[in-house]
């Protein structure tokens, strides 16, 4: 998904999951909003890839509250550690997208 196409889904308030798998060390250097969203979460893409689907669905839905079939939109820095992210979520049955071209495509924080 482009990022025009994620900024409509989030000002129309639709129900995503915003996955960043960048460090801690690059959200803090290259934020894409300046506060948070509640449905927004950091974990890096290693500890994304390494874990099982029971730990993803207790980090992710279970830690959000929110239903696990709620779409989940994985983000990086230019869209490649996001996209292997991406995939790995769709290989456990979750319905994924990933922000082509990642913060750079993103612009100023919202």
């Given at each position: 998904?482009?990022a025009?196409?994620?900024?409509?889904r989030?000002?129309?308030?639709?129900?995503l999951?915003?996955?960043?798998?960048?460090?801690?060390a690059?959200v803090?250097?290259?934020p894409?909003?300046?506060?948070p969203p509640k449905?927004?979460?950091?974990?890096?893409v290693?500890?994304?890839?390494?874990?099982s689907?029971?730990?993803?669905?207790?980090?992710?839905?279970?830690?959000?509250?929110?239903p696990i079939?709620?779409p989940?939109?994985?983000?990086c820095?230019s869209?490649?550690?996001?996209?292997?992210?991406?995939?790995?979520?769709?290989?456990h049955?979750?319905q994924?997208?990933?922000?082509?071209?990642?913060?750079?495509?993103w612009?100023?924080?919202l």
């Amino acid at each position: 998904m482009d990022a025009a196409t994620l900024k409509a889904r989030l000002k129309s308030r639709e129900p995503l999951i915003l996955i960043d798998v960048r460090d801690a060390a690059e959200v803090v250097a290259e934020p894409y909003f300046v506060v948070p969203p509640k449905n927004y979460l950091n974990i890096p893409v290693l500890s994304l890839l390494f874990a099982s689907k029971e730990e993803l669905q207790a980090k992710i839905f279970e830690a959000l509250r929110l239903p696990i079939d709620t779409p989940v939109v994985t983000l990086c820095h230019s869209g490649g550690r996001s996209e292997r992210a991406c995939k790995e979520l769709q290989q456990h049955g979750w319905q994924a997208e990933n922000l082509e071209g990642g913060i750079i495509a993103w612009g100023d924080p919202l």
